[in-house]
């Protein structure tokens, strides 16, 4: 990137930068990470999604990987395939209306998509049942797992995977562990390292 581009590229990888992803984003170049892996807020309005989503095919290269509840998708035209997590039974929100047990994951494959098919088929279903670890470091937390699942099907050693939304960084670790590098902004100071 040149002195004259007016973007916005973290100089220091692999730890969660305090930021607004609204803001941040579009500062940042075109194609500037190979994959995004987020949980969005669930709250958001259709204009707010609109924007992440183009926000995040401007900025991705290879994919990019949405959680997302049933009762507020992120359906968008060019979603490649839908996955589904069924998370681990619990009596939290129980009190007034049914459990949901279950979150989707969208994904859209953009032009140098990756698909690593070298491992075991059990890696590859469109139903996942991973277990969130005991850590109550926040209370979304998805399974560790599972994003390493996602991140190994979807990416290469060395890549720059974004997670906008990354509450306690559970994808921080994934990335570390995997051989990635990992860019994260989070608003709430309780979790920025």
Request: charged share 25%; proline share 6%; net charge negative.
């Amino acid at each position: 990137m040149s002195n004259d581009e007016a973007m916005y590229f973290p100089s220091e990888m692999n730890y969660v930068i305090d930021a607004n992803s609204f803001v941040m984003l579009p500062l940042m170049p075109d194609k500037s990470v190979d994959l995004i892996l987020t949980d969005v807020p669930y709250d958001l309005k259709q204009d707010q999604k609109q924007f992440l989503h183009d926000q995040f095919k401007r900025l991705a290269k290879r994919s990019v990987i949405v959680f997302s509840p049933p009762e507020n998708q992120w359906i968008f035209s060019d979603i490649n395939e839908y996955l589904f997590w069924v998370k681990p039974i619990s009596t939290k929100n129980t009190s007034r209306r049914y459990s949901r047990f279950v979150e989707m994951i969208f994904i859209y494959h953009l032009q140098d998509a990756i698909w690593n098919a070298d491992r075991h088929w059990s890696q590859y279903t469109n139903v996942f049942m991973d277990l969130v670890d005991n850590s109550s470091k926040h209370p979304f937390r998805k399974p560790p797992s599972l994003l390493e699942r996602l991140v190994l099907n979807h990416s290469l050693k060395n890549d720059v995977i974004l997670d906008p939304f990354c509450g306690s960084a559970p994808l921080l670790d994934v990335c570390l562990r995997t051989e990635r590098t990992f860019i994260g902004f989070e608003m709430n100071k309780e979790y920025v390292k």
